[in-house]
């Protein structure tokens, strides 16, 4: 008994074929030119995708920005309560303070002594014991220096900033939750532009090209929408991945293209367009 059946051929070229029950398996072909020096593919479109995790541990104030909105590089997003990382910072800048007072005062004492041993008055023994204390207090001025650092490098972890331009996705965590340092994520910042668009390309195809000595980086890439005629969106190939994928016998092959209006998001299918340069 014939059934009808869809089968998906590399290129991504969808055809009609009847298949027998008993009917021997066909070799996938590699895509045919849609035009002279032309090859059709089906690609996705893809984003870069950041998540913001806490860097410091303490409770989520109020969140600043929609789910959703568009947000600017160094944006800020959120804020965990900052007030205990603002005590310690002012506690560690008060012992800074302290170690610098130590440190003047044994300044003053091995100046005066340095004076008594060229005098006579003190012998050389005094004189190592005050440069000993001396180089004690710088150590430990420079010490309560990096806690100082650590200190204002935690206070303001506690904000939390758009690391680029893009949307923000959903926040897994609400206002007043407790947030740990390293912990689960707390929102994501997805691109939207430029973006990438990735697509695979099958082996018999790669190998026509590269004994055609055919530079895949500098092949032309233009994109459509599904809605789009013709292929109005110029994509330049950034990344051709070094190895093949063993399952599907295809290698991923990934360009930038731009996004000004805003109509591509990830995920969406587009074809994509690889024009050849003539021989």
Same mark, same amino acid.
């Given at each position: ?45 893809? %984003? ?6 806490? $860097?410091?541990?303490?409770?989520? &104030?109020?969140?600043? *920005?929609?789910? !959703? #909105? ?50 006579g ?40 900033? %758009? ?6 996705? $959903?926040?897994?965590e609400?206002? &007043?939750?407790?947030? *740990?340092?390293? !912990? #689960? ?92 340069p003539?021989?």
């Amino acid at each position: 008994m014939r059934k009808a059946a869809f089968l998906l051929i590399s290129g991504f070229v969808l055809v009609s074929m009847n298949i027998r029950a008993d009917d021997p398996p066909k070799a996938v072909e590699p895509p045919k030119a849609v035009a002279k020096g032309n090859l059709d593919f089906t690609g996705r479109i893809e %984003a870069a995708t950041l998540t913001i995790r806490p $860097r410091v541990t303490g409770y989520l &104030g109020k969140i600043l *920005v929609k789910e !959703g #909105a568009t947000v600017k590089q160094g944006e800020m997003l959120a804020e965990i309560d900052s007030r205990p990382y603002k005590a310690r910072l002012d506690e560690a800048r008060a012992k800074l303070a302290v170690a610098k007072a130590s440190l003047k005062a044994a300044s003053v004492n091995h100046d005066r002594l340095m004076d008594a041993v060229k005098k006579g008055i003190v012998n050389s023994s005094e004189l190592a014991v005050s440069g000993a204390d001396k180089e004690k207090a710088e150590a430990m001025v420079e010490a309560e220096k990096a806690t100082v650092s650590l200190a204002e490098l935690d206070l303001s972890f506690t904000k939390l900033v %758009a690391p680029m331009e893009g949307r923000v996705g $959903r926040f897994a965590e609400t206002a &007043g939750n407790l947030v *740990v340092a390293d !912990g #689960a994520p707390i929102v994501s910042i997805v691109a939207v532009n430029p973006l990438f668009v990735a697509f695979d390309v099958d082996e018999k195809t790669i190998l026509k090209l590269r004994r055609d000595d055919i530079d895949l980086g500098k092949v032309t890439a233009n994109v459509a929408l599904s809605d789009e005629d013709g292929f109005p969106h110029k994509s330049v190939i950034d990344f051709i991945d070094p190895q093949f994928n063993p399952t599907t016998g295809t290698l991923r092959i990934r360009g930038v293209i731009d996004n000004p209006k805003g109509l591509m998001s990830p995920g969406m299918f587009v074809r994509v367009r690889l024009t050849l340069p003539a021989k």
